[in-house]
């Protein structure tokens, strides 16, 4: 089965800095990888996604890549403010599955 | 995107009762649905899927007399936890599944069980 990795556990900013979370999967046949931000106490957000046939998505001063020849994908977050910091989990869903594999998620702390 | 409404965010119960936790799709039609637990600073642990119109189908270790699922509807998924013990406290978490395979969460269900 599919099985993704997930670094930093935690990291640490100060506003205005970029952050960025990165993600390896080891199914090849993953073809859908979507980023997600909990807050405390609350369900998980999908913040965005990506799907195989494109190597970047931005929105606003959000950014994903993916890397499929190396398997891993990033989410970069510009311009990070207080209210980024969160738990943020990447996942991929196996090839022809709809069941996401979670990565084990970063906390991300913007200082102000 | 898309809401997925899950109903109580808390409930406090009683050692030995059971509690009936609810999922729905507010905009959109879900086949499949799943529930996961989540211990603090932990990742989600999938503990079954949740098939309208058919049995759930529960991961390895997860009692399905226990976690009674019941998919009724494309709209809504309940999880009962019977017979709740102290050790069943926890974040309960569903998500549902639209036609592009994007999946959306609830906000949670904290139990606890004293």
């Known amino acids: 089965g599919e099985n993704v990795e997930q670094h930093p556990s935690t990291l640490s900013v100060q506003e205005g800095d970029s952050a960025v979370i990165k993600c390896t999967y080891s199914?090849?046949?993953?073809?859908?990888f979507p980023w997600y931000k909990q807050e405390l106490g609350k369900g998980p957000q999908l913040i965005i996604d990506?799907?195989?046939?494109?190597g970047e998505k931005k929105d606003q001063r959000i950014a994903v890549t993916l890397n499929k020849t190396a398997k891993h994908f990033s989410l970069h977050i510009t311009e990070t403010q207080p209210e980024d910091s969160a738990v943020y989990f990447c996942?991929?869903?196996?090839?022809?599955?709809?069941?996401?594999?979670f990565g084990r998620g970063t906390s991300l702390i913007v200082h102000p | 995107g898309a809401v997925v409404s899950q109903h109580p965010s808390r409930v406090i119960c009683k050692s030995g009762t059971s509690v009936k936790i609810e999922c729905r799709s507010l905009?959109?039609?879900?086949?499949?649905m799943f529930w996961y637990r989540q211990f603090p600073k932990k990742s989600l642990m999938l503990m079954a899927t949740?098939?309208?119109?058919?049995?759930?189908?529960?991961e390895q270790g997860v009692e399905k007399d226990k976690f009674l699922i019941n998919h009724a509807s494309l709209t809504l998924s309940t999880l009962t936890v019977t017979s709740a013990h102290p050790e069943d406290s926890s974040f309960y978490i569903c998500?549902?599944?639209?036609?592009?395979?994007?999946?959306?969460f609830g906000q949670g269900t904290r139990l606890t069980v004293v």
């Open positions: 998500s549902a599944i639209t036609d592009k395979s994007e999946a959306f």
């Open positions: 199914d090849s046949a993953s073809n859908y």
């Open positions: 990506i799907r195989s046939n494109v």
């Open positions: 996942a991929a869903n196996e090839g022809g599955s709809y069941i996401p594999t």
């Open positions: 905009d959109f039609q879900a086949t499949t």
């Open positions: 949740s098939n309208e119109g058919s049995k759930a189908t529960y």
